[in-house]
T-cell receptor, first 113, second 113 residues
């Protein structure tokens, strides 16, 4: 949906660099999520936030950190990128007051050399 | 921990045939089961979902069935068309972790004209 945006869409970086991926939404949803997608592994949850100041670890949080700066913004950071963090990263949102449907952003393709 | 297994990983059918994708889940408290479709280069999008108080749900050519006793659910696509070619993901969440989805590994469906 155009209402969930991610920046950058593509990023190539080197091992050891700090990287931040940003997600913004205009849906007014309170819940936001970060996933990574790898071939054959599906979508794996990195971190999620059910409101501002609420941060929860997902399945694969090691090597990542997040910040929920406002209800509409949720950033994912790689403090010191490594090659096995090369993947497609998706942000998603949902509304706690409605269904559990998650709406995904367009994705960020990250390559760590 | 919670786990969702999805099979097959790839599926090839002739246009007009039916396709079935199956998922099993480990958490007996799971009560929400969505299916997402991801076209090549695009974001995952919800196509159908089912809750644990319902055994089957249909929407035109797609249907989902749920067997709570066996802890598995399936996606059925009838009269397949080339535009059905995509990666399909199942997911599950429980009332204990409402809003947090655990995804299957994905199925790449190819519909041959």
């Amino acid at each position: 949906d155009a209402d969930v945006t991610q920046t950058p869409r593509n990023r190539i970086t080197k091992t050891g660099k700090r990287i931040m991926l940003e997600c913004s939404q205009t849906k007014g949803h309170d819940r936001m999520y970060w996933y990574r997608q790898d071939p054959g592994l599906g979508l794996r949850l990195i971190y999620y936030s059910f409101d501002v100041k609420d941060i929860n670890k997902g399945e694969i949080s090691d090597g990542y950190s997040v910040s929920r700066q406002a209800q509409a913004k949720f950033s994912l950071s790689l403090e010191s990128a490594i090659p096995n963090q090369t993947a497609l990263y998706f942000c998603a949102t949902s509304d706690s007051g409605a269904t559990d449907t998650q709406y995904f952003g367009p994705g960020t393709r990250l390559t760590v050399l | 921990g919670e786990n969702v297994e999805q099979h097959p990983s790839t599926l090839s059918v002739q246009e007009g045939d039916s396709a079935v994708i199956k998922c099993t889940y480990s958490d007996s408290a799971s009560n929400y089961f969505p299916w997402y479709k991801q076209e090549l280069g695009k974001r995952p999008q919800l196509i159908i979902d089912i809750r644990s108080n319902v055994g089957e749900k249909k929407d035109q050519r797609i249907a989902v069935t749920l067997n709570k006793t066996a802890k598995h659910f399936s996606l059925h696509i009838t009269e397949t068309q080339p535009e059905d070619s995509a990666v399909y993901f199942c997911a599950a969440s429980s009332f204990r972790n409402t809003g947090k989805l655990i995804f299957g590994q994905g199925t790449t469906l190819q519909v041959k004209p």
